[in-house]
Every structure is written in structure tokens, then in C-alpha cells.
């Protein structure tokens, strides 16, 4: 457990500050404060809360705004299917429970770890301490956030920190051609969508670049088979 | 709706996401490669469509182009280069703080 708490500390740096953004732009759009603070205990993906109380602010409809925050947390298929192999080993409570546990920050370091360590205790005590130890800045951040509000002024500029957030998990993302693509239609098409519901574009954007990646994927394949 | 309605639905629905493969436990120790190419192109694709969103679209259509456009380049170049989020993200709040002045 220790482990994981000694390595998730770097990011933890991050999830306070991060929080605090969130619960500022959910209390700025005028969410009910106690939903506003249980989301982050539930949901627990920023980017996803901050599209969902930023949706609700428009005025989006709820199906709108709800189906938006799970498509941003569809990420987290990603770190299931990875970690399916080592939490295999897991007593089902334990994998039910981690699986609550999983960031993106949390599951990224675990993997690593799990390339070197092989017992299945080491690797369940090493999730939770990385998980929880994460989670504990972002819950105090996003609850000072919620109750703090319209308190911090514009010159802080803070929404900027919403773009700046996905710009620093996009870019290392894109590390081969087919997931470039993925990435430039993803967001070509979200952007031309610009005349429908916001939320839908981006939903829509993602659908196309995941197509659009998949595609030519497959497509070097058999480029590489046939040569 | 009730927001806390709508944070419990879209709680659920990321709970799912996230126990997914996790739930099959040992009878799912190898996926499918088709699914796994899908799986890693949903970062790039997602992550770039919330930033494009947020990047280049205002209220009403197009946004046009000011200082987030200039700390967006600074902060990819920092990702790009060291990879780490924090610093992404400290070097683009720093260049809207000083060009927003």
C-alpha cells in the first residue's frame, strides 16, 4: 500500500487544484451544491464532471448532459480491459471495490507497477493506497470548490485549466498514426458539429475518431501482412 | 431533472465502464485485439474532441482567436516535451495570466 501511495504522489499534486476547478465551475453554473460534492465521490473523473455541470449551466437536457459524462468516462473501458488479467487474481469484493478506485492517474501507475510485481497481494494493496490517496486531495479540492464558488474571481482565469487538463493527457496519448487520426477527427468532427446540442458534437466526435482510428489501424495491418 | 439524479445516472453508468472487463474476472484474461485497438483509440479521440470543443467553440459558433489559443500551443509543446500534466498545465495557466493581463 505504501508503495502506491509513494507513487501516485507526484499526481496527487494535480487532483487538489484540479478539484477546486471543478467545484468552482459546477457552483458557477449553478449546481445543487450536495450533488455537485457526491459527484465527486461517485463519478470521480473530473474531466467528465466538469463537461456534466457544465452541460447542466447551458441548460442541456439531461440526457444531453448525462450521456456526455459517461462517453468522456468510456476511457476507462481502457484501463479495465488492461487490468482485467491482474485483478483476475483478486477476491471478486476486492475487484468490485478497485474497480471504484480507478483514475486515470491511479490505473496508469498500477500498470507499470504490475509489469514488475506479480503477487497478487502486493498488487491489490498497491491499487487501493494509489487509488484512495489520489481521490483524498481531489474530494478536499472539488468540496472547497463547490462551497467557495463565485468567490474566486475571473482573473485567475481558471476555465483555461479545462482545456490545459485535456491538452496534457491528449498529447502523450497520441503516439502512433492511426491513434493521430483518431485524434484529429475526433476533434474536426466535434468542432463542424458546432450547429448541434453541445455535448452531442463531442459524443459524436469521439464515436467518428475511435471509427476513424480503428479503421486505419486495420488498415496498416494488412498493409504490413501483404508486404 | 433533479441534479442529483443526473449525477447518480451518469455515476452509474461510469461504475459499468469501469468494472466492464474487470467483472468477467478469469474468464476474461486475453481481449479480443479488435476490441483492444478500439479500447486505445478512445483517449486520442475523446480527449481531443472535449479540447477542440472547448478550445474553438463559443456560445454561438466559432470562438475567435485570443490568448487561450497561444497558452493551448504552450501547453501541448510542454506535453509534447516533458510529458507531465502538471507542468502542462502550470505553463499555459502561466502564459493566460501574463498575455491576459
New interface residues.
Partial sequence: MLAGIRRIL??T??AGPFGLIYGVTAAENG??T???V??SF????G??QI??VEL?GDGSS?FV??ST?????????????T???S??DFP?VW??T???A?TDQASMVAIQEYEREHDPFYRRWFFIGGGIFFAIPWWIGSTLGVLVGGEIGPGW?LP???????????????TSR???I??????????SL?GIP?GL??IL??????A???WA??RTGRVEVAV | ????V??????V???L??????????H????PP????????????????????????GDD??RGLDE?HV??LV??LV??KT????L??LA??AV??TV?V
Avoid at chain 1, 483555461?160 to 497520441?174: E, G, W
Avoid at chain 2, 431533472?1 to 442529483?4: F, R, S
Fill in positions: 507526484p499526481f499534486v494535480i449546481v445543487d450536495f450533488a455537485a457526491i459527484a461517485t463519478i470521480m473523473g474531466a467528465a463537461a456534466l447542466i439531461w448532459a448525462v459524462a459517461i462517453v468522456i468516462n468510456l476511457r476507462f473501458a481502457l484501463y479495465s480491459a487490468l482485467a488479467g485483478f483476475a471478486r475487484r468490485f478497485l474497480a471504484w480507478m482565469q483555461f485549466a479545462v482545456p490545459a487538463t485535456f491538452i496534457a493527457l491528449l498529447v502523450p496519448s497520441l492511426p491513434k493521430i483518431a485524434g484529429v477527427v475526433g476533434g474536426g468532427v466535434a468542432v458546432h453541445s458534437n463531442i466526435g469521439a464515436f467518428a475518431g475511435i476513424a482510428g480503428t489501424t486495420e | 431533472m433533479n441534479h442529483l443526473m449525477v447518480l445516472i451518469a455515476a453508468g461510469t461504475y465502464t469501469r468494472v466492464s472487463f474487470i467483472a468477467f474476472g478469469e476474461l484474461r486475453v481481449v479488435r476490441v483492444e485497438v478500439m479500447l486505445s483509440m478512445i483517449p486520442p479521440a475523446v480527449l481531443s474532441a472535449i479540447a477542440a470543443t472547448s478550445l474553438l467553440l459558433g466559432l487561450w497558452a493551448a501547453s501541448g506535453a509534447w510529458k507531465n500534466v502538471a502542462c498545465i499555459g495557466m493566460v495570466w491576459g
